[in-house]
């Protein structure tokens, strides 16, 4: 125990007898029965003696009783935990100590305490590795979720866990022990970097409710009745294990003479009904092409010359659920003179099919598609569902027309540009630059393609995921991206083409940020009617402030607070990401950051009226750094 703390216990202590030599003899002889829960209350004083803004309990009638639950989320509490110090509690059931800036691992004398059911230690900055060498351990419930730990060990000694959630944390092997946990109802090992086989380090399936071990390196591949079971979204980049295969029933095992033949004839007749299943599936293919997707009728007309030729006249694409004519023209305004029907956008998208849909479609417009047009354009066709703002919503076409060409006169560096459009009765579709980047959800939180490889593992030091994560770890870089979401946001607060009405973005979330190849941000998905105001989006924000410079995703209301509270304690670089700060300690950057921290303060205030304007917000943001806009 370090000396500091030892000597506090002991004046503790002395407290405690000077305490009960005052008391009448009837009262001392009572404190005497319950002299072990007033150690309870000088365990915790203990725990907690380096944890700036938790209030210790005092000596008194109250400190008799046995510590039973540690509540203390959401109350910026700043600093290393002595947990062994906590393991000492014979009457602990519970700890919720979630939503704080605790530092530090969980040393592994914590788990000792008898009793203990259920922990929840998430989104704080604790790290390094979870051990639990005690087998009697009754614990139910874990949620080590939004931390640093690097490793979860000896977990098989938790035979009565229920849930477990250790996502996004920097794990990078699947603990060994997880198929003992046959009581385990849900599991969640998503956003880490671990590597393992599904599902054989994995609990059995049977007793699980609920499974997510998507953004990982497991390998392996996920049976299709998994999927059905726990949803697409658990397997979503986890390795070659999104791989998923179709159920298939064992045959019967044949005579051990024949065996040799019938393999052979089986990959015969396997190969032969491949190669029919292909042709078939390609004929299919070409006829849903040529006749469902696209319905033409041919018919004669005469040429210039007065010669009988054949043309073919589109008649109808589907276009999701809607079928449209085929033949409504394509305005590509960068490109006057191209002439395209919404024929060729269904060839160019593959007739609107999954494959050239894309993953994410940025929000609140309909499915997107990519496509690359004639002159090597590529666009994303984006299909709105519902109004347009500023676009007429009755049957007149030429309105239509005309509002749309107004809005593609919305240019700025950081709004993502209008291309070109198709108007088909009350369909719309906008053609969109599309950016090879991604959006900034992606690149922020998600692993670059390949970026860990198998001789990576087992490798007993960070630096080879801190480096495959360095791409979003450049401060001047993430500041870049924030002003220059903060000049976009401010461009369309101005009005509407000069008319002095704001354009309100509505949902200003990573995935509408979209960046380009220079690594400027572009704000899309803005083109919708929204009942907000101005201020909803400087709230707004303000939260992807605090997602950029901490590096955690998923803000909302309470952890939004949560970091209000660390930042008002002048406490900001606590909450700075830790592949920024190891990079700019001692440095300028550190200030930088943590003043870019105080713009998102503002823009998160309760009462919309104390909010700055965005043009307000962009002065602050180049003072903050204004050697990057000398010149």
């Known amino acids: 125990m370090p000396l500091h703390l030892a000597a506090g216990r002991l004046f503790f202590l002395l407290l405690l007898a000077a305490a009960a030599t005052s008391l009448p003899a009837a009262e001392a002889a009572s404190n005497t029965s319950s002299n072990c829960t007033l150690l309870d209350a000088e365990f915790v004083r203990a725990a907690f003696f380096d944890?700036?803004?938790?209030t210790?309990?005092?000596?008194?009638?109250?400190?008799?009783r046995p510590v039973r639950r540690l509540h203390f989320p959401s109350l910026d509490l700043t600093g290393p935990v002595h947990w062994d110090e906590l393991g000492n509690l014979s009457s602990l059931l519970t700890v919720d100590l979630s939503n704080n800036s605790l530092r530090g691992g969980i040393g592994a004398a914590f788990w000792r305490a008898p009793l203990l059911r259920a922990v929840d230690?998430?989104?704080n900055l604790l790290g390094g590795a979870l051990r639990f060498d005690y087998p009697g351990n009754r614990l139910a419930a874990l949620n080590v979720s939004g931390n640093q730990f690097t490793s979860i060990e000896s977990v098989a000694g938790l035979a009565g866990l229920e849930n477990l959630d250790a996502s996004g944390n920097v794990i990078r092997t699947a603990p060994e022990g997880l198929r003992q946990l046959?009581?385990?109802?849900?599991?969640?090992?998503?956003?880490?970097?671990?590597?393992?086989?599904?599902?054989?380090?994995?609990p059995p399936f049977d007793g699980l409710v609920s499974l997510n071990i998507s953004y990982n390196n497991f390998s392996g591949v996920v049976p299709a009745d998994a999927v059905r079971r726990f949803g697409h979204d658990a397997f979503i980049q986890a390795g070659n294990a999104s791989l998923v295969i179709g159920d298939i029933a064992p045959a019967p095992s044949p005579p051990p003479r024949r065996r040799k033949k019938l393999k052979r004839e089986v990959t015969i007749a396997l190969i032969a009904v491949g190669a029919a299943v292909t042709a078939a599936a390609l004929a299919f293919l070409a006829a849903c092409v040529a006749c469902g997707l696209t319905r033409r009728r041919k018919k004669k007309r005469k040429d210039k010359d007065g010669k009988a030729a054949a043309v073919w006249e589109d008649e109808e694409v589907v276009v999701g659920a809607v079928k449209v004519a085929a033949a409504a023209p394509v305005v590509v305004l960068e490109r006057p003179l191209m002439e395209l029907t919404l024929a060729d956008l269904a060839a160019a998208t593959s007739g609107f099919g999954r494959e050239s849909q894309l993953a994410e479609t940025g929000g609140r417009s309909g499915a997107a598609y990519r496509a690359v047009l004639p002159g090597d354009l590529h666009v994303v066709v984006r299909v709105v569902e519902g109004p347009v703002p500023g676009v007429g919503q009755d049957d007149d076409e030429a309105a239509a027309a005309a509002g749309l060409r107004e809005l593609a006169r919305l240019r700025h560096p950081n709004i993502l540009p209008l291309l070109g459009y198709c108007i088909a009765g009350k369909q719309k579709l906008l053609l969109f630059e599309y950016m090879e980047k991604g959006d900034l959800h992606r690149w922020l939180h998600e692993l670059p393609v390949g970026s860990m490889d198998t001789e990576d593992i087992g490798i007993d030091t960070m630096e080879a995921i801190e480096d495959s994560r360095k791409p979003a770890g450049d401060w001047p870089t993430r500041y870049r991206i924030i002003l220059g979401i903060a000049r976009g946001l401010a461009f369309l607060h101005?009005?509407?083409?000069?008319?002095?009405?704001?354009?309100?973005?509505?949902?200003l979330i990573s995935t509408n940020i979209l960046l380009g190849d220079d690594m400027e941000a572009r704000i899309s998905d803005f083109l919708h009617p929204s009942d907000e105001t101005p201020e909803s989006d400087v709230y707004r924000f303000g939260t992807l402030v605090f997602e950029l410079v901490t590096g955690q995703a998923r803000w909302n209301e309470t952890s939004t607070s949560w970091a209000r509270g660390v930042i008002r304690n002048r406490k900001g670089l606590n909450l700075v990401d830790d592949r920024l700060r190891d990079e700019t300690a001692g440095t300028e950057a550190e200030n930088e950051m943590t003043e870019c921290l105080r713009v998102g303060l503002l823009c998160t205030a309760g009462p919309p009226e104390k909010r700055p304007t965005m043009q307000q917000v962009?002065?602050?943001?180049k003072d903050i750094r204004p050697a990057a806009h000398a010149g």
């Open 121 to 123: 230690v998430s989104r």
């Open 56 to 64: 210790p309990p005092l000596p008194g009638r109250r400190a008799c």
């Open 618 to 621: 962009v002065g602050l943001l």
């Open 182 to 202: 046959t009581k385990l109802l849900r599991l969640d090992l998503s956003g880490n970097w671990m590597a393992g086989r599904f599902p054989d380090d994995l």
């Open 51 to 54: 944890v700036a803004n938790f």
């Open 494 to 507: 101005q009005g509407w083409a000069g008319s002095g009405r704001p354009i309100v973005h509505g949902r």
